[in-house]
């Protein structure tokens, strides 16, 4: 298992913590999120051999959020 603590730009309210949460807990292989507001960033714990920073990153800017690499 991996971790992985990725800026998260964008979010203003408690709302876009849960959304942010919310997809990327539905990627294969994404075993627990903690999405900071305060902090912009969130806190990944993934299995490598499944998804990847960069497919984090991806559901992020998908979701409506900007996640700088
Ligand atoms: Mo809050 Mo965020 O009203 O996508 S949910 S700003």
Do not use: Y
């Amino acid at each position: 298992m991996s971790e992985v603590t990725m800026r998260v730009e964008g979010m203003s309210c408690g709302g876009c913590v849960r959304n942010v949460t919310g997809v990327l807990k539905a990627l294969e292989g994404v075993q627990e999120v903690e999405v900071s507001l305060e902090q912009a960033e969130a806190r990944v714990r993934f299995d490598p051999a499944q998804v990847s920073p960069e497919d984090l990153r991806r559901a992020i800017i998908d979701a409506g959020f900007d996640a700088p690499a």
